[in-house]
């Protein structure tokens, strides 16, 4: 039985020791509309990132994001500008959109 206990000590320090890497990646979901109207079909995304509302300095990378199905006005895609977020500063997202075009977002 002793040996037992020491077999799972061993086994739960291990695993206490072990981390992951957690991936900076977000899902961001919105609306988008056609005039007055709901979006829908294929459309291009483009996202970035910026330390102000307005007049402020880009952020990371710009994060592409083709071909997103538009279904009744919403939309979600999966952003990642990578470790932006280790501060409590605020963070502000730009987003350009089209209507697919065959080409990528960038």
Same mark, same amino acid.
């Given at each position: 039985?002793?040996?037992?206990?020491?077999?799972?000590?061993?086994?739960?320090?291990?695993?206490?020791?072990?981390?992951?890497?957690?991936?900076?990646?977000?899902?961001?979901?919105?609306?988008?509309?056609?005039?007055?109207?709901?979006?829908?079909?294929?459309?291009?995304?483009?996202?970035?990132?910026?330390?102000?509302?307005?007049?402020?300095?880009?952020?990371?990378?710009?994060?592409?994001?083709?071909?997103?199905? #538009?279904?009744?006005?919403?939309?979600?895609?999966?952003?990642?500008?990578?470790?932006?977020?280790?501060?409590?500063?605020?963070?502000?997202?730009?987003?350009? #959109?089209?209507?697919?075009?065959?080409?990528?977002?960038?």
């Amino acid at each position: 039985m002793k040996h037992l206990w020491s077999l799972a000590a061993a086994v739960l320090m291990a695993l206490s020791s072990t981390s992951f890497a957690q991936s900076a990646a977000f899902t961001y979901q919105g609306q988008l509309k056609d005039g007055v109207s709901l979006a829908e079909g294929q459309h291009d995304f483009r996202f970035r990132l910026f330390d102000a509302a307005s007049g402020g300095t880009q952020i990371g990378t710009t994060a592409c994001a083709d071909n997103i199905l #538009v279904r009744d006005g919403v939309f979600t895609s999966t952003i990642d500008f990578g470790n932006q977020f280790a501060t409590p500063n605020s963070r502000f997202i730009e987003i350009e #959109v089209r209507r697919d075009t065959g080409l990528n977002c960038s």
